[in-house]
């Protein structure tokens, strides 16, 4: 066996990919690898990427980073679950929560036994059985023992791309500052062997991370990996954002409000509120967009609007030769499942789990490969589920999305769902079985059958089992403090600063 030699990483490109990406790489490899990232002050990020779902928590907590220093430091608000508003039909509203709604058996899901509740007379709604999405209602959040409360962040990611740089910096990432000119392959392997950038500079490394944004300037602009376009089936392709002051306390969830040609965004955080609408640009044009959003917002704006084209696909590989690529560079999921840092954090632990010792191995080239092209057709299919199930025919947008074709993955998810209540979570998916029912229901999708074990109780145990369920979760909400002094005594930005 050949001594080791550390390997040379460079990460091109900065904002949350590109600092996220480093921040792991240093905690975890250590001197193991000399990391080194280059970036540009005269690029801008996207930086709209404000909204997270519940692996965040472990990835900072694997990274050793304090909850309360970080959500400080972010200006961080806890988040609950999205509120859809006019997604099945105009005016109809439903929740998608991160929690547990009621209690499984190990042979079916909770909905199970709620649809035979209906038939026994039972006419609670499916809502009153969990806790994350009755506290979200109730602007009431806290740590609970065990883990008991399922929760995200809403935060500032510019701040918390800054915050992760100093993690990495002080574990031994270098930084550059400078614009990436070329990208120098070598003539024999294929392999990229150095950036040049704009100065003259010249980056050698062994592993090159494209943290390049939409740009993809290693993965596509180099290497020319080829892209799959997904939106004959996600047809939105342009977004506005724009921040504004808070006029309110900030809720515990995000809000995805749908319009007739796509849907808007509202991420409140401590210190202002991230607002935004997507939309198809075949039905809606962009100053028509901008007035939409301006006339929706409220507070003072603070920002100039920053307007943002994209096409929902991903890259045929997301790691080729000795490019590996992260965020948005690998591919783009429209934020209404706000998938994006999870994405980035997925690739990353994958990254590290198959890093390199010597040469690059085409096995584990192949494996990630596979493994993140799962994920994304995954997430893709969830984020369908949204504009293909709903009963609006309101407007051209809806009436497309409504007769579009879809992945079959995607109906037989549907279909088997409609016809026997039943959800299967295929090879670690991210959205878990209470993901779909929620949504699945939400969007108007109701199980014809339910599995026959619910029948199993009898009418006085269904009562017990339900009674006693729906009473705990309104127990331990009416417990909670409200969300914006929690938020204040456990990582109040303000008070953190003035200490």
């Known amino acids: 066996m050949s001594e080791y030699k550390k390997r040379r990483v460079v990460v091109a490109g900065g904002g949350t990919a590109g600092w996220m990406t480093a ?29 997270t779902i519940p692996p965040l928590v472990n990835y900072n907590r694997l990274l050793g980073i304090g909850e309360a220093e970080f959500m400080a430091a972010t200006q961080a608000t806890f988040k609950l679950g999205i509120n859809f508003e006019n997604w099945k039909l105009d005016g109809d509203t439903y929740f998608h929560s991160f929690g547990l709604t009621g209690r499984d058996h190990w042979s079916a899901g909770f909905q199970h036994f709620w649809l035979h509740g209906l038939t026994k007379g039972h006419r609670h709604s499916f809502d009153d059985y969990c806790l994350e999405l009755k506290a979200a209602h109730a602007g009431k959040f806290a740590h609970l023992p065990e883990n008991r409360m399922n929760y995200a962040y809403q935060l500032d990611s510019t701040l918390y ?17 400078g614009k990436i000119g070329r990208v120098e392959l070598d003539g024999e392997s294929g392999n990229i062997a150095a950036l040049v950038l ?35 089936c996600l047809p ?18 995000t809000r995805a409000i749908a319009h007739d040609a796509g849907w808007q965004w509202r991420i409140p955080l401590q210190h202002r509120q991230g607002n935004g609408i997507v939309y198809c640009s075949r039905y809606l044009e962009k100053d028509a967009a901008l007035d939409r959003l301006f006339s929706t917002i409220e507070g003072e704006r603070l920002t100039e609007p920053n307007f943002i084209r994209f096409t929902t696909g991903a890259r ?15 591919g783009f999921m429209e934020p209404l499942e706000s998938t994006s840092i999870h994405l980035i954090q997925r690739a990353i632990l994958r990254l590290i789990r198959m890093m390199p010792m010597g040469e690059v191995s085409e096995r584990d080239v192949a494996e990630f490969n596979e493994q993140q092209h799962t994920d994304m057709l995954q997430v893709r299919d969830f984020l369908i589920l949204h504009y293909k199930a709903t009963e609006r025919r309101d407007s051209p947008f809806w009436r497309q ?51 026959p074990i619910a029948t199993k109780l009898s009418d006085k145990e269904l009562d017990h089992l339900l009674s006693g369920l729906r009473d705990s979760v309104a127990k331990t909400v009416a417990s909670l403090p409200e969300h914006q002094a929690y938020v204040a005594s456990y990582c109040g930005a303000r008070a953190a600063e003035a200490a």
């Open 161 to 177: 791309a800054a915050y992760l740089r100093k993690l990495a910096e002080a574990d031994g990432a270098f930084r550059i500052e």
């Open 316 to 330: 045929r590989k997301q790691w080729h030769r000795n490019c590996v690529a992260v965020g948005l560079s690998g």
């Open 401 to 451: 999305c409504g007769d579009m074709e879809i992945p079959e993955s995607l109906t037989q998810k549907i279909e088997l769902f409609r016809e026997t209540g039943r959800v299967f979570r295929k090879n670690e998916e991210l959205f878990a079985e209470n993901s779909w029912v929620q949504v699945m229901m939400g969007q108007g999708i109701m199980p014809r059958a339910y599995h």
């Open 23 to 51: 921040a792991a790489l240093a905690r975890t490899m250590g001197d193991s690898i000399e990391l080194t990232l280059v970036e540009s002050d005269m690029i801008g990020t996207i930086g709209v990427g404000e909204s």
């Open 236 to 253: 939105c392709d342009s977004a506005i954002a724009v921040q504004t002051a808070s006029v309110r306390p900030p809720i515990p969830y």
């Open 198 to 232: 704009d100065s003259g500079q010249r980056l050698e490394g062994d592993l090159f991370v494209d943290c390049t944004g939409f740009r993809a300037l290693l993965i596509e602009g180099a290497l020319h990996v080829g892209f799959d376009d997904w939106t004959h």
